[in-house]
């Protein structure tokens, strides 16, 4: 007996782990800085630099890049910056895990806090969020018939699942420029800088894995006359990775995450510092799929011979639906007394959080936060930069049909829009357009046939059968297990009963005729 297979690739979770890791760390103030005065604003990155398996653990080794602006004592310049990174090794259990996995590593940046000891001494502390997950592509094998009749009657039907491509992290880089307006002056050296990414947005063609968006970089720089001069511009982009084994995927799931920016100024053809040059890197994690409709053999047996399918379960993973929600935050909000009233706004750069998930019966609930970051200048010449950082709540239920216990999601958040606008000096509101994205699955747990066992017919068990019987249709009964266990074929009870269709009413009344031979 042959049977014939079909190959179906899928992905296996083998573990998923969530850390945390706390960061304290004190910062001297170069000799070649002023003093401190007081902070305005700070900023973080987290940086994995090597990630190492071993007994069943990975071990993380990274940094906490920071940067500080803030007012110094300095005559001329009362705006300044410094920057500084305090590195961190973490270890991570997790069972199953060997030397040749390559695990999926996300980290989140969720707070730094930046404080004041004294004039030459600030202390630096965070919480970085580590999620960890291990998976590797496994096939499994599903047999679809058995290649030559030779008077076995197979039991068909007919499955939709999903059978995995490629599932693969890549990088995508985003190289930008922006060229001084001849209104601005030359630049020095840049103080401060931050890129919002906005409207990140993907897909595919063919091959290859289209990444685009919008950055919404500012700079502030010192410029050659000792002034204070900031940029703010939108830039578009769309770039393009090669994803291999891909051409138009049914189904594709693309999580592309910011995971380092560099700005730096650069002179133009003419020799003058004009230009600032924006380098951001993306790590993008993509799993492609395409949908299979195959024959899955349920069953087997023969007339003139035994035969025992042997079996086992397997998952197989089909397609639920995908849904995209859009969400829209927004507040008015008041400077405390204490704080310098608002002249201009320079920037604002937002960060969107999900803090929850919960399966509802209409769906996903999403929990989470919009946190604003909002530079301006203020009236006084003194000190001419101040910060802001608002936080907006927000809860959204992405609707998924016929959600179940079985459902497992992937989810996407972005921001699409955010503006701030200035109502007077101590007055603003924040508006936002969010976007969260899910990709719902359905995991079916199956019966498989994986081999089959032939034995003689044993002859006693056949005669002791009745020859001739009538038979009453059961609710949503199959003809062909009442055949099976009656020892004849679907065929054969069709014309004996003259029916036209496979399909019977409960209650209907046939006449079954045992076969004691091959069909």
């Not at 890791?21 to 003093?35: C, E, G, H, N, R």
């Not at 930069?385 to 989810?411: C, G, K, M, S």
Request: glycine share 4%; aromatic share 6%.
């Amino acid at each position: 007996m042959e049977l014939k297979k079909q190959i179906i690739k899928k992905v296996k979770n083998k573990g998923k782990e969530f850390s945390q890791i706390t960061l304290d760390d004190d910062y001297i103030v170069k000799d070649s800085k002023p003093d401190v005065i007081k902070i305005i604003h700070s900023q973080g990155n987290v940086s994995v630099e090597e990630t190492r398996i071993n007994s069943g653990a990975v071990w993380i080794n990274g940094r906490m890049d920071f940067m500080v602006l803030y007012r110094s004592d300095d005559e001329y310049n009362k705006t300044e910056v410094l920057s500084g990174a305090i590195p961190f090794q973490e270890k991570i259990s997790m069972d199953g895990i060997n030397e040749v996995d390559q695990p999926q590593l996300i980290t989140e940046l969720e707070d730094l806090s930046v404080g004041l000891i004294n004039s030459r001494k600030l202390t630096i502390r965070c919480v970085i969020n580590v999620w960890l997950m291990a998976e590797e592509e496994e096939e499994d094998e599903l047999v679809s018939a058995v290649e030559k009749s030779g008077g076995y009657q197979q039991k068909q039907s007919e499955k939709e699942m999903l059978s995995l491509i490629s599932a693969k992290k890549d990088v995508c880089r985003v190289k930008k420029e922006i060229v001084l307006s001849n209104s601005k002056p030359n630049i020095r050296r840049i103080l401060w800088h931050s890129v919002d990414v906005r409207n990140l947005d993907n897909g595919v063609n063919g091959n290859k894995i289209q990444i685009q968006g919008e950055l919404y970089p500012t700079v502030l720089y010192q410029s050659e006359e000792d002034q204070l001069e900031w940029v703010d511009t939108m830039l578009s982009f769309s770039e393009e990775i090669e994803a291999m084994g891909a051409d138009n995927p049914d189904v594709y799931w693309i999580k592309p995450i910011l995971t380092a920016t560099e700005v730096e100024a650069k002179n133009d053809s003419d020799g003058e510092c004009r230009k600032i040059a924006i380098d951001m890197t993306f790590e993008v994690y993509y799993k492609l799929w395409k949908e299979e409709k195959i024959n899955l053999l349920e069953d087997l047996y023969a007339l003139d011979r035994e035969i025992v399918p042997k079996k086992e379960r397997t998952l197989l993973t089909c397609f639920r639906m995908k849904n995209v929600a859009k969400v829209r935050v927004a507040d008015t909000f008041t400077l405390e007394n204490n704080q310098e009233k608002i002249l201009q706004i320079c920037s604002y750069k937002g960060n969107v959080r999900i803090d929850r998930a919960t399966i509802t019966e209409q769906g996903i609930s999403f929990e989470g936060i919009l946190q604003v970051h909002i530079l301006y200048l203020t009236a006084e010449d003194n000190f001419p930069l101040a910060h802001l950082e608002e936080v907006l709540p927000f809860e959204q239920l992405v609707e998924v049909d016929r959600i179940t216990e079985n459902t497992w999601y992937e989810y996407r958040e972005a921001i699409d829009q955010l503006q701030v606008n200035l109502l007077d000096n101590s007055e603003y509101e924040i508006k936002a357009l969010l976007r969260i994205a899910v990709l719902a699955f359905e995991e079916e747990s199956i019966e498989k046939i994986c081999d089959v066992e032939e034995t003689e017919e044993n002859i006693a068990n056949l005669m002791e059968r009745p020859g001739l019987i009538g038979y009453v249709v059961g609710e949503q009964e199959d003809l062909w297990d009442v055949a099976k266990a009656y020892h004849t074929t679907v065929a054969d009870i069709m014309e004996t009963n003259e029916l036209k269709t496979r399909k019977l009413k409960p209650g209907t009344k046939i006449i079954i005729v045992k076969s004691v031979s091959a069909c």
